[in-house]
């Protein structure tokens, strides 16, 4: 259909995975793929993006995955809540695609002490023993924390719908112990998670910024031309909020 990409989400990351003819290190890296990018063969015997090739010149097409989830959460996170997420303390809800793979890219920037919480416990322990191996200078345990964080992170999809229970246990761990909340969920605009946080006059913000750098980052991917960042802004605010901001 010569389609030159496209974007994955729950519960498509992990899964797409095998079913890649290549992957882009950074799939590697993080252990999912949420941008396909197809590409075709060219007569040199490189690889090309389909989008950047002649018309119905292609002899054979390949799918190549990326994921630019890990890089857009780091920056979104810095940016909207102004943090350096080296040497911090986080607190990370889901072991998922978009879990694991928030939790391997905090891990690569430093973070000193990283929670995981995940419904099911032996995906925490699992992600925990890979960090523990490939980023041995990141303190990582499977449960809440006794103390403060200076972050939490909901990665898990409880907040979609308003009828959806907290993904936090605040008996086990208080809200009032996160300095900041970061919820990677976009729509609903204010989830339960972040009203909550609101109210107990913690920093929160939800997953915009993170839709907007791994899309433009998707759209670079595709087209190999910078993507328009501010415009692209503007048009998410507008659809999420109703309204310009």
């Known amino acids: 259909m010569r389609f030159v990409g496209l974007n994955?989400?729950?519960?498509?990351k992990l899964l797409a995975v095998p079913m890649m003819d290549d992957l882009d290190p950074s799939a590697?890296?993080?252990?999912?793929?949420?941008?396909?990018?197809?590409?075709?063969?060219?007569?040199?015997?490189?690889?090309?993006p389909l989008g950047a090739a002649?018309?119905?010149?292609?002899?054979?097409?390949?799918?190549?995955?990326?994921?630019?989830?890990?890089?857009?959460?780091?920056?979104?996170?810095e940016e909207d809540l102004r943090m350096t997420l080296s040497g911090a303390r986080v607190l990370l809800l889901g072991a998922g695609?978009?879990?694991?793979?928030?939790?391997?890219?905090?891990?690569?920037?430093g973070v000193k002490s990283l929670w995981l919480v995940n419904r099911t416990q032996s995906k925490a322990l699992a992600l925990q023993a890979e960090i523990a191996g490939r980023f041995p200078g990141v303190a990582t345990f499977a449960g809440y924390p006794d103390g403060k964080?200076?972050?939490?992170?909901?990665?898990?999809s409880l907040g979609l719908r308003e009828t959806d229970?907290?993904?936090?246990?605040?008996e086990a761990f208080p809200i009032a112990r996160a300095e900041r909340v970061y919820d990677m969920i976009y729509r609903p605009a204010e989830t339960p998670l972040l009203r909550?946080?609101?109210?107990?006059?913690?920093?929160?913000?939800?997953?915009?910024?993170?839709?907007?750098?791994?899309?433009?980052?998707?759209?670079?991917?595709w087209s190999g031309k910078a993507a328009p960042i501010e415009?692209?802004?503007?048009?998410?605010?507008?659809?999420?909020?109703g309204k310009t901001v």
Do not use: C
């Open 149 to 156: 964080v200076e972050l939490l992170v909901n990665a898990t």
């Open 196 to 221: 909550l946080a609101r109210a107990e006059g913690r920093e929160a913000a939800n997953g915009l910024g993170m839709l907007l750098h791994q899309g433009a980052k998707a759209l670079e991917i």
């Open 231 to 241: 415009a692209m802004r503007r048009a998410l605010e507008e659809n999420v909020y």
């Open 165 to 170: 229970p907290l993904p936090l246990d605040t």
């Open 97 to 109: 695609g978009a879990g694991r793979s928030a939790a391997l890219r905090l891990a690569a920037e």
């Open 8 to 12: 994955l989400t729950v519960p498509h």
């Open 28 to 48: 590697r890296a993080w252990g999912a793929v949420n941008t396909v990018r197809f590409e075709t063969l060219l007569e040199n015997g490189d690889w090309a």
């Open 54 to 77: 002649p018309a119905n010149g292609e002899k054979q097409i390949r799918s190549r995955g990326f994921n630019t989830d890990g890089d857009a959460i780091i920056q979104a996170i």
